[in-house]
C-alpha cells in the first residue's frame, strides 16, 4: 500500500501505519523508538506517526541487516567519494573495500542510514541564504541533481550541522518542526570528519540523502550516482 499524497503531511495511528508496513502495533512502535519513524505523542498518550517518514522508510526498506557503525559508514561513503578517510585502520579499511565490491546500492542506502540524526523543519524562504551558509549542502540541495537533468528547488534545503550549532539554527531562522518542512537538517556529533571543510558534502553522501527523497526522479539519481561508484570500486 502507498500513502496518497494528499496525506504524506499528516499524522496516522500506529495501527494505520502497522496495515501499510504489514507489521503490528507493537512493531510500529519499536521503529518509533528505534528512530525509525518520526512520531508525536497525543494527549492520550498514543503515538501519531508521520506519514512522510513511514514512506520514505516503505521507500528504503530492505527488511534485513543492522545498520553500520556510523565510523564504517561515513568511511564508505568517503572512500566512495574517492577520498582519504583516516579514521578507520588498515585492517577495517580492507575489510570495508571487500564489503563495498559486494553491496549493491540501495542495500548501501540502507546499511548507513544511521550515520545522522535527521530533523525536518519549515523555515521562511527568505532565510535561506544565510541557513545555506550554516549547513554543508546535501541531497535536494546541492548540484548534483543538475548532473540528472534536475531542476534545482528553490523550496527546499538539505545539509549537515553540527549538533552543537543546531540550536542557534533553529533560533537564527526560526525553525519549526512539523509538517510542510522544507528544511531537511542532518545532525552530526562528533563526526570522524571536520564538516567546516566541507561547503556541500562529497557526492557519495549528496547521492545516499537523494535515495531519501520522495520524487522518484531524485531518488533515481541517488542510486544511479551510487551505482557508478561502485561499479568503479569492482
Given amino acids: 500500500m502507498i500513502i496518497e499524497e494528499q496525506k ?67 568511511g564508505a561513503l568517503w572512500v566512495l567519494s ?47 541564504p544565510s541557513a545555506k551558509e550554516m549547513i554543508s549542502i546535501s541531497g535536494v540541495g546541492s548540484d548534483l541533481i ?23 539554527f533553529v533560533k537564527k531562522f526560526h525553525a519549526v518542526q512539523g509538517e510542510n518542512a522544507n528544511a531537511i537538517i542532518h545532525i552530526l556529533a562528533n563526526p570522524p570528519f571536520e564538516l567546516d571543510n566541507y561547503q556541500q558534502m562529497p557526492v557519495a553522501v549528496v547521492a545516499a540523502d537523494l535515495c531519501a527523497s520522495l520524487d522518484v526522479r531524485e531518488r533515481n539519481a541517488g542510486i544511479e550516482t551510487l551505482k557508478g561508484l561502485l561499479n568503479d570500486r569492482i
Fill in 8 to 74: 504524506l503531511n499528516g499524522w496516522m495511528t500506529t495501527a494505520e501505519a502497522g496495515v501499510i508496513l504489514g507489521v503490528g502495533r507493537l512493531q510500529i512502535a519499536r521503529l518509533v523508538r528505534d528512530g525509525e519513524l518520526d512520531a508525536i505523542q497525543s494527549a492520550g498518550g498514543a503515538f501519531l506517526v508521520n506519514a512522510e517518514s513511514l514512506e520514505r522508510y516503505r521507500i528504503l526498506f530492505r527488511g534485513r541487516g543492522r545498520p553500520w557503525d556510523k565510523s564504517v559508514s561515513w
Fill in 146 to 168: 543538475l548532473r540528472h537533468g534536475l531542476t534545482p528547488h528553490s523550496n527546499r534545503i538539505e545539509g549537515y550541522i553540527d549538533k552543537n550549532n543546531l540550536k542557534k
Fill in 82 to 128: 574517492g577520498l582519504k578517510e583516516e579514521w578507520l585502520t588498515y585492517t577495517q579499511l580492507q575489510r570495508l573495500s571487500t564489503r563495498l565490491k559486494n553491496t549493491k546500492a540501495a542495500d548501501l542506502v540502507w546499511a548507513v542510514r544511521k550515520r545522522a540524526e535527521t530533523m525536518r523543519f519549515r523555515i521562511g524562504e527568505s532565510f535561506f
